[in-house]
């Protein structure tokens, strides 16, 4: 869980907007992001954290989240130089920091990790071309046995969104690009059921549930009760997830084999 100091120190930043859900409280975001925390420890169980890179680093958030999961490093890579410069910075001798844009031909990226993440980063990729080449970017730095860890909004049903800055893309799609590039999905679940806005719906049941209890909870966060709704949220989240039901961001774990005795 993340310390009151931490997010005090996000807010100076103007980091907390960048993290949290836009419209949304600093409290319920608070939730929020400690109900997906719990999710992703639990989907991450079996991964490596021996060496990691985290592409999109950002503000630090999750490398902070691995080095206290026990990571011995977490190096990364933003497309914003201050980023960088504050990342490296803040974690001085616990990993290293590169300016590089993930979806360019030959980014200045290293080689080889035991697990490699994109945190909602892919879903800003709009151009199609430029997202075959991220997918290859980040594939390429996953190890023999090695994970590549992404979370967005990976569609099981609907159709896909070109939005201003993202774009909504369906489960197959990533699975055919990183199989190109010899990664198979092991493991798939949703980052939340009950704390995000829903993208998507089996069915029209569905679709009015997700949708009715989310306006519920953005109409309980603008009477200033967004600690209260978030605290629910993280309660009954855990029930959610148990039926299977996805209306939100994904997670998504590919796996590199390991080498055979013909390699």
Known sequence: MLSDGYWEELHERGGLRSVGQSGLSEGLNRWLYR???RTLTRFTREIDLTRIFEAGAGTGYWTSYWLARGARRVDGCDLVPVAVERLSARFMGR????????AAESPPLPDSYSTVTAMNVLLHIRDEDAFDRAAANLARLVD????????????LAGLPVLADTSRTRPLKRYVDVMREHGLELADLA???VLGADPIEARGRWERRVSRGWWRLVKAADRRGL????????????PIALRTGWAPTGKFLLFRRP???SSD
């Open 35 to 37: 109900t997906g925390k």
């Open 226 to 237: 967004g600690r209260v709704a978030g605290l629910a949220i993280y309660l009954l989240d």
């Open 144 to 155: 023999r046995g090695g994970h590549l860890l992404i979370a967005d909004p990976v569609l």
């Open 258 to 260: 390991r080498a055979t």
């Open 95 to 102: 990993g290293t920091f590169v300016v590089a844009d993930l």
């Open 190 to 192: 949703p980052t939340t």
